[in-house]
């Protein structure tokens, strides 16, 4: 890679570069705070123009979300976001499951040689995440994003790229889900934080362990899921 990894490992995960890649993230943004809601129609114009974005780069982002179901377009009708449910929350991270199993299990293959710079410099941004006691949700999104890029970027040394892509598209249905449903506390995040950086730790150390934290990783996330509204 040519490109400092610190600036662009979720766009490495992901395929993406520069301008399209931070559309994809405000366009999330969008949804997430309810600029753009179900039923409720917009153009690419108008999200270009919020987004203060290229019509063409912002085409390519509600492409992006499209496939992951997450945005409808219709031509001459125009842009609206899709109601995420329980059931989309659940299957992504269900869909996750085998795709990382696999990674893990050539990342700790006591032969593999990947290169975990990328995950590294994720691992660096979520220990540094300071979360407010006081109002945890706004850190929440931005915490749920690094762990997702964290797990993406983990596929991505693996050799799986189709598998990368897949995270990060899951990751952020399950991220528009919980900014929705879900009322986090201080507590839990912390724990989310804890758990990724000693899950990359295992990894990095090629620990048997690591897989065994997977498995443990999958369960809490149910568990979370379960706690909330659906």
């Not at 050799?159 to 952020?172: D, K, N, P, V």
Request: some cysteine.
């Amino acid at each position: 890679m040519t490109a400092t990894p610190a600036v662009l490992e979720y766009e490495d995960a992901e395929g993406l570069r520069g301008q399209r890649a931070q559309a994809v993230s405000d366009v999330v943004k969008l949804i997430i705070n309810g600029d753009l809601k179900p039923n409720e129609r917009s153009s690419e114009k108008s999200i270009a123009e919020q987004l203060g974005t290229a019509r063409t780069t912002v085409r390519e982002a509600l492409a992006i979300l499209s496939r992951d179901g997450l945005v409808a377009q219709a031509p001459q009708v125009g842009t609206w976001a899709l109601p995420i449910r329980y059931r989309d929350a659940l299957g992504s991270i269900e869909l996750r499951r085998p795709i990382e199993e696999v990674a893990i299990a050539r990342l700790i293959a006591p032969k593999a040689q990947q290169d975990l710079s990328d995950s590294a410099d994720v691992v660096s941004k979520i220990n540094h995440i300071s979360i407010d006691s006081q109002d945890p949700a706004t850190t929440s999104d931005h915490l749920l994003d690094l762990e997702n890029r964290l797990h993406a970027a983990l596929a991505g040394a693996a050799g799986l790229e189709t598998g990368a892509r897949s995270i990060a598209g899951f990751g952020r249905v399950l991220r528009v889900y919980l900014a929705h449903h879900k009322q986090w506390d201080s507590q839990e995040l912390t724990e989310i934080q804890k758990e990724n950086i000693v899950f990359y730790d295992y990894v990095s150390a090629k620990h048997s362990d690591a897989a065994t934290l997977l498995d443990q990783y999958f369960k809490k996330w149910y568990e979370r899921l379960r706690s909330s509204p659906c």
